[in-house]
């Protein structure tokens, strides 16, 4: 009895976990890069977004607080590049589709309005600016190059 009564806990938790992937953006999403006089950095611009340590919103880096648990359920590592382009279990790479950052789960979960499931950070407040979101979507749009 006990057995089945934590067995069906655990079930219902892992299926908890599977992650938002749904369909692209529609309607007030555009591929098309912002400002095509500035070729976004990887390195320099997107890479320190992502990486910096906030409060429930770096899950999915090896070095974050309660991020082992969230990168085994979902698969999903931002600590580089390479990673980040492999993405999570189920995702794979729809997290950064280079050219489409409409198609990018990486700009939906982070953009105001996803088209399906959670903002992130899961249950936190937003913590990229608009602007941080807009170099995110324009790096994408660019062909999100490792430079």
Request: hydrophobic share 45%.
């Amino acid at each position: 009895m006990i057995r089945a009564i934590v067995a069906g806990a655990v079930v219902g938790a892992l299926a908890a976990c599977v992650p938002d992937v749904g369909a692209p953006l529609a309607g007030s999403c555009s591929d098309a890069d912002s400002d095509p006089a500035h070729a976004v950095s990887f390195r320099a611009e997107i890479r320190p977004v992502i990486a910096r340590p906030m409060a429930g919103c770096n899950c999915h880096l090896p070095t974050a607080a309660g991020s082992t648990t969230a990168i085994q359920l979902s698969g999903l590592n931002l600590s580089t590049l390479s990673n980040l382009r492999a993405g999570g279990l189920h995702s794979g790479a729809q997290v950064v589709v280079a050219g489409q950052p409409c198609s990018s789960i990486l700009y939906q979960k982070v953009d105001e309005a996803p088209p399906f499931g959670s903002r992130m950070p899961l249950g936190g407040p937003p913590y990229l600016s608009e602007s941080e979101i807009g170099l995110i979507h324009d790096w994408i749009a660019e062909g999100a190059a490792d430079n």
